[in-house]
């Protein structure tokens, strides 16, 4: 009787440390799931700005292009 009481309280123990350690898994996951998504969040953020960026980069190198055509043409008589 003793023994089986023993493995009673084994298995209830085991029981309720398999629930917590389930609960504490789900847990952990769902934080994980939620950063993922905020990361996830935030790097469509830094691509949208980088292509803003290229954007900018280009037309800033156009610019330079007609300024400089303009000044060889007008202003710079060598």
Do not use: P
């Not at 209830?12 to 939620?34: D, M």
């Not at 300024?67 to 202003?75: A, E, K, P």
């Amino acid at each position: 009787m003793t023994s089986a009481n023993a493995s009673h309280q084994v298995q209830q123990e085991l029981n309720n440390t398999y629930s917590r350690l389930k609960h504490e898994v789900n847990t952990a996951k769902a934080e994980l799931r939620s950063e993922i998504q905020s990361m996830d969040t935030d790097r469509n953020k830094l691509n949208e700005a980088a292509d803003a960026l290229r954007t900018l980069r280009n037309k800033a190198g156009w610019l330079d292009n007609e300024i400089n055509g303009f000044i060889s043409r007008f202003i710079d008589y060598s």
